[in-house]
């Protein structure tokens, strides 16, 4: 039996920023604490010990967290370093700290590592780039042990996510064009998993009308419903949800959406960044369809939330853009309800 490990060709590129981040990761979220950590940190001697002891609580979930502190991590210095980096050495650090933005999707004997996308440098890597980004795999033999997935069933979402990066990535459509019939031919596959037809991989017929109206105001109107992390994420949201229902196709939209097609190749990369991370939990959940909105729905708010900040700040840079998306993930991707 053969395990396989796949890293996209920038992961190795990541290096924390540590102080110069311009997003910590120390701040607004709660730091699960691993069972292991938490029992090093009980032992723990000196201020730091005691430190440990008095910040660490179980919440509403059942989670060991570190108690948040004006909505910062308690071991986050002023300087914006660690505290427990700093006096413990990075082997100190709990799970949740050493492994983030580092993230993997465990699939048995498959095994896809990326990195999460909420990371400002992790943002900039996975979607900088003209091109789709291509992938390492490491293989090597295991014992044999039972598979936990339907092997056809696996080698359908493989095969069909590939069909899917391929229509991303080809030029004959716009990329809203391509987006949509992404959506139609997952409902497709959807379809042929209710049924069991695992060798049905490449369907000729995309042209599928029984999928959900996934509306700029259903969705804006449901993240601003639910719990939001950042203020600056609100009024994105809320500014978004100003526009109204009309169509990003319109002509007075003419000048924002030029400058936002400008910048195809990220929207490119955030959609393969979506389906790479997403598509195969179907072999698990059975919904694919579902897996595939996750990146509809990231494709069309980030769309809505540039055209936003475009009408607001008469331009979008680079910078701006990324921090729309990094912001996006931040607030849905670590929440499975958002998600």
């Avoid at 498959?110 to 943002?123: F, G, K, R, T, V």
């Avoid at 003209?130 to 044999?144: G, S």
């Avoid at 919904?287 to 331009?315: S, W």
Wanted: net charge negative; glycine share 4%; hydrophobic share 35%.
């Amino acid at each position: 039996m053969q395990q396989v490990n796949i890293y996209p060709d920038y992961y190795q590129d990541f290096h924390c920023l540590a102080d110069k981040c311009t997003d910590s990761c120390c701040e607004k979220w709660e730091i699960v604490v691993d069972d292991e950590s938490a029992y090093k940190y009980e032992k723990t001697s000196g201020d730091i010990g005691k430190k440990f002891r008095s910040s660490m609580m179980i919440d509403d979930d059942g989670d060991r967290i570190f108690k948040l502190i004006d909505d910062r991590c308690p071991f986050l210095e002023k300087s914006g370093l660690c505290e427990i980096h700093r006096v413990l050495g990075e082997d100190a650090l709990c799970n949740t700290c050493r492994e983030y933005p580092r993230a993997v999707q465990d699939h048995g004997n498959i095994a896809e590592h990326d990195l999460s996308l909420s990371c400002p440098e992790a943002a900039r890597l996975i979607l900088l780039g003209d091109r789709e980004p291509f992938y390492i795999e490491y293989i090597y033999d295991i014992p044999d042990d039972e598979i936990c997935y339907d092997i056809e069933l696996m080698d359908l979402l493989k095969d069909s996510r590939r069909k899917m990066l391929d229509m991303i990535w080809d030029t004959s459509d716009p990329l809203p064009v391509i987006i949509e019939k992404c959506l139609k031919y997952a409902f497709f596959v959807q379809e042929s998993i209710g049924k069991e037809e695992y060798s049905s991989v490449y369907l000729n017929d995309i042209n599928k009308e029984d999928i959900p109206d996934l509306s700029y105001s259903n969705i804006l109107n449901g993240y601003l419903s639910g719990e939001i992390l950042t203020d600056e994420f609100k009024q994105s949201l809320e500014d978004a949800a100003a526009l109204g229902e009309g169509s990003f196709n319109s002509s007075k939209f003419d000048e924002a959406r030029s400058v936002i097609d400008s910048f195809e190749n990220v929207f490119k990369r955030l959609c393969t960044y979506y389906l790479n991370r997403y598509w195969l939990r179907a072999a698990f959940n059975g919904d694919a369809a579902g897996e595939c909105i996750i990146m509809v729905k990231a494709f069309i708010t980030v769309r809505r939330l540039c055209l936003a900040y475009y009408e607001k700040n008469k331009e979008l840079s680079i910078s701006a853009l990324l921090r729309i998306i990094q912001l996006y993930s931040k607030e849905t991707e670590h929440n499975a309800d958002d998600l």
